[in-house]
T-cell receptor
Framework: AQSVTQPDIHITVSEGASLELRCNYSYGATPYLFWYVQSPGQGLQLLLKYFSGDTLVQGIKGFEAEFKRSQSSFNLRKPSVHWSDAAEYFC?????????????FGKGTKLSVKP | DGGITQSPKYLFRKEGQNVTLSCEQNLNHDAMYWYRQDPGQGLRLIYYSQIVNDFQKGDIAEGYSVSREKKESFPLTVTSAQKNPTAFYLCASNPTPPGLPRANVLTFGAGSRLTVL
């Protein structure tokens, strides 16, 4: 069965430090991969997506992610975290069958930023 | 500005009552979705609709119902049959017909928080 695992429930980093959020997936074919961000009490905003081609994808707010097929991973990175990046981050996989939009989401990683 | 409007933002329900959550979009999107979010559980799909007057069950449809009479609107009813309805509900949409990768890219509303008293 398809699944997405985000191993870290909560991460705290200092402002200005680098960030890497981990995401592993289980999927029977080439997946479409996504990272979304959610501020408290709000909806989700798309950070970046991977469909095909270059395995390093750039997103909004200075985020990037790298697709590694051999490791079934799609980790999210940012070189220098800002206090406004504190939020919850969700990795998702989609594309199977005819029910596009039926994304499978990980359980999320909450990011706290220390001043 | 175009977007998805969910209302109400907060809703309280007594046990045994049905409640309806509104989702309206002015993006001219064909497909609409309802997700449920519980703390530490990610998002789970309740129902989706790819065209007016048609909708399909998602992974956790039991205790919920929907309608899609207009392209812009996709209301969700949480019925008394839903045993644990307290959650954050998110509506989403997508403009692309099925079969294209971009059909997976969702735009989300701000959500509705339902609490059962």
């Amino acid at each position: 069965a398809q699944s997405v695992t985000q191993p870290d429930i909560h991460i705290t980093v200092s402002e200005g430090a680098s960030l890497e959020l981990r995401c592993n997936y289980s999927y029977g074919a080439t997946p479409y991969l996504f990272w979304y961000v959610q501020s408290p009490g709000q909806g989700l905003q798309l950070l970046l997506k991977y469909f095909s081609g270059d395995t390093l994808v750039q997103g909004i707010k200075g985020f990037e992610a790298e697709f590694k097929r051999s490791q079934s991973s799609f980790n999210l990175r940012k070189p220098s975290v800002h206090w406004s990046d504190a939020a919850e981050y969700f990795c998702a996989v989609g594309g199977y069958g005819g029910s596009q939009g039926n994304l499978i989401f990980g359980k999320g990683t909450k990011l706290s930023v220390k001043p | 500005d175009g977007g998805i409007t969910q209302s109400p933002k907060y809703l309280f329900r007594k046990e045994g009552q049905n409640v309806t959550l509104s989702c309206e979009q002015n993006l001219n999107h064909d497909a609409m979705y309802w997700y449920r979010q519980d703390p530490g559980q990610g998002l789970r799909l309740i129902y989706y609709s790819q065209i007016v007057n048609d909708f399909q069950k998602g992974d956790i449809a039991e205790g919920y119902s929907v309608s899609r009479e207009k392209k812009e609107s996709f209301p969700l009813t949480v019925t008394s049959a839903q045993k644990n309805p307290t959650a954050f509900y998110l509506c989403a949409s997508n403009p692309t017909p099925p079969g294209l990768p971009r059909a997976n890219v969702l735009t989300f509303g701000a959500g509705s928080r339902l609490t059962v008293l």
